[in-house]
């Protein structure tokens, strides 16, 4: 089965600081990874993902993630933080099932971005 | 485009009372749809999810039925609530295998 480990559930920053939320999964079979983010009170929104090909992936809000397959992460980040970041961010990883897909998720990082 | 569709967006119900939280999704046919929880401090938990109309696996053993009357409609009930159902309940949807899960805009459930 899958699993996914985000360190951190805490992440402070100052404004135009690098952003870096860290994932690494566990999964028997080449995984689908995908971070989301969630806004206080809403549901979630989809980031970027990987599936196949080029392992460095790059998604809404100037935000990338790179998939390193040897040390089973995708950490995601972003060079310059902007208070409009703050928010909570889970990495999931994707279980292919018959006829369909799970999301197993983390446990989130919540994002302070401050001035 | 496709939308998602959840209400009711806020909920506060007395313990033993039923719940029905009910999610549609448009602009697509035969989705795969799932119900997850978000419990305070907690990561998303699956609860249900269905690749079809009255093909619904659950993942947790729990207080909570899921039904799907129609394609494109999914149904989170109980019968009697329980303190422990407070939560963040998330509707999603997709299609096919492998792709991008999306989701609605969540309903609160406060139960007393």
């Known amino acids: 089965a899958q699993s996914v480990t985000q360190l951190g559930s805490h992440v402070s920053v100052s404004e135009g600081a690098l952003v870096l939320l860290r994932c690494n999964y566990s999964?028997?079979?080449?995984?689908?990874l995908f971070w989301y983010v969630q806004y206080p009170n809403q549901g979630l929104q989809l980031l970027l993902k990987?599936?196949?090909?080029?392992?460095l992936v790059k998604g809404i809000n100037g935000f990338e993630a790179e998939f390193k397959k040897s040390e089973t992460s995708f950490h995601l980040t972003k060079p310059s933080a902007h208070m409009s970041d703050a928010a909570e961010y889970f990495c999931a990883v994707s279980e292919i099932t018959g006829g369909g897909n799970k999301l197993t998720f983390g446990t989130g990082t919540q994002l302070k971005v401050e001035l | 485009s496709q939308t998602i569709h959840q209400w009711p967006a806020t909920l506060v119900q007395p313990v033993g009372s039923p719940l029905s939280l009910e999610c549609t999704v448009e602009?697509?046919?035969?989705?795969?749809l799932y119900w997850y929880r978000q419990a305070a401090g907690r990561g998303l938990q699956l609860l249900f999810y269905s690749i079809g109309i009255d093909q619904i696996s659950s993942e947790v053993p729990q207080n909570l039925s899921a039904s799907r009357p129609q394609d494109r409609q999914f149904i989170l009930s109980s019968k009697k609530l329980l303190l422990s159902d407070s939560g963040f309940y998330l509707c999603?949807?997709?299609?096919?295998?492998?792709?991008?899960?999306?989701f609605g805009e969540g309903s609160w459930l406060t139960v007393v």
């Open positions: 999603a949807w997709s299609v096919g295998s492998g792709n991008t899960i999306y």
């Open positions: 602009g697509t046919s035969n989705p795969n």
């Open positions: 990987y599936t196949t090909g080029a392992t």
């Open positions: 999964s028997s079979v080449p995984p689908y």
